[in-house]
């Protein structure tokens, strides 16, 4: 019984500081979520947070494909270019570049405290 009450403030925690901290707009009904809903359609996952995912991706998926695989990313963190960021369990951030939300220019891992970071795709040849 202990247990199942520290599983349930676990969950009250974290729902509630995702909210706080605005980390996930699946939280907030935002118009990126909308706008991610609607580009990944009504087979969209939950968010994936395992870089194995990620590291499955091949070169010529589209933005759409990666959504219906790895589910809603958190934010779009770029100015230009749109850069989706994946918030990965347990550390590190998944960052997803693409000009027109079609064609994915690149993915990169980011190991939390660390400024380098990890191509994932393109891959090198």
């Known amino acids: 019984m202990k247990t199942v009450r520290q599983f349930i403030v676990f969950l009250l925690l974290s729902f509630g500081v995702a909210t706080v901290c605005g980390r996930s707009p699946q939280f907030g009904g935002t118009e990126f979520y909308e706008r991610m809903r609607q ?5 969209a996952p939950g968010t994936v947070r395992d870089l ?3 590291h499955a991706v ?9 959504l219906r695989r790895v ?3 958190d934010i779009d963190v770029g100015s230009g270019l ?5 918030l990965l369990i347990p550390e590190g951030r ?3 570049g693409t000009r027109d939300d079609n064609n994915i220019l ?3 891992y980011l190991p939390d405290g660390v400024s380098e970071p990890k191509r994932i795709l393109p891959r090198s040849r």
């Open 94 to 96: 998944i960052r997803v």
């Open 52 to 54: 194995k995912a990620f």
């Open 71 to 73: 589910g809603i990313p």
């Open 39 to 43: 580009l990944a359609g009504p087979t």
């Open 58 to 66: 091949s070169e010529g998926t589209s933005i759409p494909d990666l």
């Open 82 to 86: 749109h850069v989706y960021e994946y």
């Open 106 to 108: 690149y993915i990169d």
